[in-house]
């Protein structure tokens, strides 16, 4: 049994930062790749950013390649998403995940306005 935790989300203008977190709890977290993804109103879920599981090798959609940064802190079982340049196309529910398995957490909200 996997639980992850999603925080940091909220409103922020265009131009603007955030941070987001996911906090692992129930297995080996340092063993396993993980994955950002992002549902925005009436889309498909979709791939933002991935990260091996030393945190050596980070994967990046091109639409946020430049301006999230993937990282994690395997000491802490928490895998982070530094969103920087924010646009209005970028909001969405934030949702981290666990390799290609099944196990995600309940997502964070994330509204950028123009």
């Known amino acids: 049994q996997v639980q992850l935790v999603e925080s940091g989300g909220g409103l922020v203008q265009a131009g603007g930062s955030l941070r987001l977190s996911c906090a692992a709890s129930?297995?080996?977290?340092?063993?396993?790749?993980m994955n950002w993804f992002r549902q925005a109103p009436g889309k498909e879920r979709e791939f933002v950013a991935s990260i091996n599981w030393s945190g050596s090798n980070t994967y990046y959609a091109d639409s946020v390649k430049g301006r999230f940064t993937i990282s994690r802190d395997n000491a802490k079982n928490t895998v982070y998403l530094q969103m920087n340049s924010l646009k209005p196309e970028d909001t969405a529910v934030y949702y981290c995940?666990?390799?290609?398995?099944?196990?995600w957490g309940q997502g964070t909200q994330v509204t950028v306005s123009s």
């Open positions: 995940r666990v390799g290609t398995s099944d196990y």
């Open positions: 129930g297995r080996t977290f340092s063993s396993y790749s």
